[in-house]
């Protein structure tokens, strides 16, 4: 078994925290929530010290911050319709962009692993692709409206520009860019979950995909090329991904968001419960059928919901997590 | 324009009696839980979007209708729409949901879902309601806000 250690709790926030992100480096990170309030946090010897604060940008809840991945911009995407760019080209953090266009509550934001595509999702169903197209200036590349309901994750592909999506319609959604017209297209939908799709993450080869749900259940996802050696059937497109695995009895409550650490294999997982639990593929798991075993369950992590999962890009074992009790935590992942 | 109301001539039930207070519930050295009794209290008063009744004068909600466990931190709340069709069921499940979002330590999950089989659109209206992200979107809407607050105010 392993054990999650709690390394510090960070309190500051009012009210909910929604999300935090790793800087790329993973010696910084950034938060956001119900205060409309961005705070940047950077590692000063062994603690994590607040030392920057980002008002301003947003009239309602700050709902997700994703760092680019050259770590120079920092997006945010909120409950205020729109998405905020921020960059400190100037010598201090400043919002320099804002992306405007969906209706309504904005949920989502990602950045490609180019850092030139950057995606949002929000209530109005819709998932936008918008290209970096020169200094603070963003096009719009697509909307694609292949959801019903509302859409709560946008996650980037680890290696390539393909682009997968988590709504209230209980499906998850793959897309690309056709090369012949460059048009985006939806390539795939993802049908099993019962209830609302809230996390999504990708292994790091990209060829798996790990989703969660309200129906408290995570699933695991492989995708099969058409030249695949299991005999799967794949007409008329390049790849069909297929549920391999559905991790289910574990959770009592919705699980808001996962994590699948691209050093060690292992998934993290928020839940509604208040635990934070992590998975591991068993040593002879059959990848077209794995095996996935709960190796860390930490009560109580939380007083509250736990929102958001993180693990430190660096590959040091550090997860970070938030949660409504307003609190932000630094763990490490202890195995033995 | 004036609307109508879904449900013109709603059924009219007598209002329970009030709680008594036990001399045990006043002596601060007693470890006293909080129970279904008192969880009703907090929502019998709610109001009626269209009428000026007490969601209990319409058996909308009932003491029989709401569960706690202490141990877990779980309260559940079902409701009874007075009609199938109401339109209302969406704003009178988040009325007892703020309210006992509200009044409730935060230690608990609170669970607000239609009583089943008495509404038409029973399952996306539960959805909706256990959604907390699309409820804290909506605690944002000052419009809608003040609506709740003027069915929770009791008189």
Redesign the interface.
């Known amino acids: 078994m392993a054990k999650l250690e709690m390394l510090q709790t960070l309190t500051g926030h009012k009210g909910i925290v929604w999300n935090a992100s790793w800087h790329p480096h993973g010696k910084m990170f950034a938060s956001c929530g119900e205060d409309k309030i961005i705070k940047l946090w950077n590692k000063e010897g062994e603690k994590w010290v607040m030392k920057t604060v980002l008002v301003d940008g947003h009239q309602r809840t700050i709902r997700e911050v994703a760092w680019s991945p050259c770590g120079n911009f920092l997006a945010s995407a909120s409950f205020d319709g729109t998405t905020a760019i921020w960059d400190k080209k100037s010598g201090q953090f400043e919002c320099n962009a804002t992306l405007e266009g969906h209706e309504n509550e904005v949920k989502s934001v990602a950045w490609s692993p180019s850092g030139q595509l950057l995606a949002t999702c929000g209530r109005d169903k819709s998932v936008w692709v918008w290209e970096v197209a020169g200094d603070d200036e963003y096009v719009c590349e697509a909307v694609l409206n292949a959801h019903n309901q509302d859409v709560k994750k946008v996650a980037w592909h680890p290696s390539s520009d393909v682009l997968a999506s988590a709504s209230y319609d209980n499906t998850v959604k793959l897309y690309k860019e056709d090369q012949l017209d460059s048009d985006w297209a939806c390539m795939a939908t993802l049908h099993s979950h019962e209830s609302t799709v809230w996390g999504l993450a990708f292994d790091k080869t990209g060829k798996r995909l790990a989703t969660c749900s309200d129906d408290k259940t995570v699933k695991i996802w492989q995708e099969y090329n058409a030249d695949n050696q299991e005999g799967v059937i794949v007409a008329d497109r390049d790849s069909i991904w297929k549920c391999v695995c559905t991790l289910s009895g574990y959770h009592t409550r919705c699980i808001y968001d996962i994590a699948w650490c691209h050093t060690s294999g292992l998934i993290a997982t928020a839940s509604g419960d208040d635990i934070i639990r992590v998975f591991k593929e068993a040593d002879n798991s059959d990848p077209n059928a794995p095996q996935f075993d709960l190796i860390c369950t930490k009560l109580n992590a939380h007083s509250r919901d736990v929102n958001c999962v993180k693990w430190n890009p660096s590959g040091n074992q550090e997860l970070i997590s938030c949660s409504d009790d307003g609190e932000i935590k630094i763990w490490k992942l202890i195995e033995d | 324009m004036t609307k109508t109301a879904d449900n013109v001539n709603p059924n009219v039930y007598e209002k329970g009696s009030e709680r008594e207070v036990t001399s045990a519930e006043l002596d601060e050295d007693v470890l006293d839980d909080i129970d279904e009794r008192e969880i009703f209290d907090l929502i019998r008063n709610i109001n009626d979007p269209e009428h000026p009744l007490t969601l209990e004068e319409l058996r909308v909600v009932e003491q029989q209708n709401v569960f706690i466990d202490n141990k877990q931190n779980l309260v559940r709340v079902y409701f009874t729409p007075t009609i199938p069709h109401c339109s209302m069921a969406t704003l009178i499940g988040l009325s007892i949901r703020v309210q006992l979002l509200r009044a409730l330590p ?2 608990f ?1 609170v669970t607000v879902e239609i009583s089943e089989g008495t509404h038409m659109s029973e399952h996306a209206v539960n ?1 909706q309601l ?5 409820i ?2 909506a605690l ?1 809407n000052n419009n809608l806000v003040q609506i709740i607050n003027q069915c929770i105010a009791s008189s």
């Open positions: 935060s230690r999950k959805k256990a959604d907390k992200e699309r804290a979107a944002e």
